[in-house]
């Protein structure tokens, strides 16, 4: 089995590639305290034209990959060729899903997809330093109530925010 050290993170390509760009220019900024190995390094090239050569590649990234991001727009929840089928996959691996409400909304709304709404998954809002948070502490949290056979949506609770200056 790989390594798993990588983030991978699913997003509307047509609609929120802005809010994905920004999560690499925090990676990439040394002024942020904001690092993670992003899945999509890997295997750049995707040849757009075939469905079953792009969840092949997907999957490769999967097999690296620690943590599941998943970015939600106001178009995420219509998303069913590879939203949709990424979010099963990190569900069917067992990955902690980090849901990010680009929204600014700190817990799950009619915006959050349907196969995700009985799952185990954490929901932030699309802020730098809850991002960070929930990408640092969320997987030890995942074990422990995947441990406990719970489901469903968590989020942190004020102090937390309050901890991190939002």
């Not at 590649?57 to 599941?68: D, I, Q």
């Not at 991001?69 to 990955?95: M, P, Q, S």
């Not at 709304?109 to 932030?124: C, G, K, M, Q």
Request: hydrophobic share 35%; no cysteine; net charge negative.
């Amino acid at each position: 089995m790989a390594y798993r050290n990588k983030v991978y993170i699913a997003f509307d390509g047509d609609n929120d590639m802005t809010a994905y760009k920004s999560l690499e220019m925090w990676n990439a900024n040394p002024n942020f305290d904001f690092n993670f190995n992003n899945a999509h390094d890997l295997n750049h090239a995707l040849d757009s034209s075939q469905e079953e050569t792009i969840k092949r590649k997907l999957r490769e990234r999967f097999a690296n990959s620690k943590l599941f991001i998943l970015l939600v727009g106001e178009d995420t929840k219509y998303l069913y060729k590879f939203v949709r089928w990424e979010i099963e996959v990190a569900i069917k691996l067992e990955l902690p899903i980090v849901a990010v409400n680009l929204n600014g909304k700190r817990q799950d709304d009619d915006l959050i997809p349907a196969v995700l709404r009985d799952e185990l998954h954490i929901t932030v809002p699309y802020k730098e330093k809850i991002i960070k948070y929930a990408m640092d502490n969320w997987p030890d949290s995942d074990k422990r109530h995947r441990g406990n056979g719970e489901t469903g949506e968590y989020g942190y609770k004020d102090k937390v925010y309050e901890d991190l200056g939002l």
